[in-house]
């Protein structure tokens, strides 16, 4: 699979951030773009909180340039997180997204959502998810049994 443009959504967080190295190692090998893009909820943006998500985003393209990488992009956009990445990820015709999650389950995350969730549910674009760190590890719940593969015929 050629990897022309990663997309990294940010939020501010030292969780969405994780992401960013992965990012880099993914571009590095070749001539890939990596955009930035943050998500401002669209009913309580003001033109300053948009300018400060700018000067974020710019603030980590300009580390990642000083890494090396030669190619970033930077966008803000309105609307839920889930939303953004999704149609973000349409718009710059992303090959892979690039993000992390709590990796949250049962009641944390009924309360809580998961973008994560969500940004699966809502593209096809291949999604390199990362955990955080801290977060345990949990058994999926049963056991798995392998069945015994079909036996083919003998050719006659």
Do not use: C
């Amino acid at each position: 699979m050629k990897i022309g443009k990663i997309l990294v959504p940010l939020d501010g967080s030292a969780l969405a951030e994780s992401a960013i190295a992965p990012a880099v190692e993914m571009a590095r090998p070749g001539l890939a773009t990596v955009v930035l893009v943050h998500a401002a909820e669209a009913a309580s943006t003001s033109s300053e909180e948009v300018r400060e998500a700018e000067s974020y985003l710019a603030g980590v393209a300009e580390r990642m340039k000083q890494q090396g990488l030669t190619k970033v992009e930077t966008s803000v956009w309105h609307g839920t997180a889930a939303g953004v990445i999704v149609n973000a990820a349409r718009a710059h015709k992303a090959d892979v997204i690039v993000m992390t999650t709590h990796g949250r389950g049962g009641l944390g995350r009924l309360i809580l959502g998961s973008v994560a969730e969500s940004v699966l549910r809502g593209t096809t674009t291949p999604i390199l998810l990362l955990r955080a760190p801290e977060t345990p590890v949990e058994a999926p719940q049963g056991t798995g049994q392998a069945r015994p593969a079909k036996e083919s015929p003998p050719n006659e």
